[in-house]
């Protein structure tokens, strides 16, 4: 079994920073790819930042210049820096990652089950 915790979730300033981060647990033979997912009230879920095993970082227009995401392969932990908090930018964030659990198999997608994160005006 894969288990990803996300955790630094929380209530802040518009204009205030938060740190999100996102642990791997279980059967890790490979991790390629994490990153973060978000989902405002009544919107479809978007996503906001990957990173590659090779170190490649695409991100959502909506938060190049003020998000950074970031992983520490030692740790099976990928983290998200949020500066410059908008209203806007409030939503459920999720983590996911493609893992291969053992040797000769496909990567699959495990999700985290979600932290919130409140910009406040």
């Known amino acids: 079994q894969v288990q990803l915790v996300e955790s630094g979730g929380g209530l802040v300033q518009a204009g205030g920073s938060l740190r999100l981060s996102c642990a791997a647990s279980?059967?890790?033979?490979?991790?390629?790819?994490m990153g973060w997912y978000r989902q405002a009230p009544g919107k479809q879920r978007e996503l906001v930042a990957t990173?590659?095993?090779?170190?490649?970082?695409p991100y959502a227009d909506s938060v190049k210049g003020r998000f950074t995401i970031s992983r520490d392969n030692a740790k099976n932990t990928v983290y998200l820096e949020m500066n410059s908090l908008k209203p806007a930018d409030t939503a459920v964030y999720y983590c996911?990652?493609?893992?291969?659990?053992?040797?000769?198999?496909?990567?699959?997608?495990?999700w985290g089950k979600g932290t919130l994160v409140t910009a406040s005006s």
């Open positions: 990173i590659t095993s090779g170190g490649s970082t």
């Open positions: 996911y990652a493609v893992i291969r659990s053992s040797v000769g198999t496909h990567g699959m997608d495990y």
């Open positions: 279980g059967r890790l033979f490979s991790i390629n790819a």
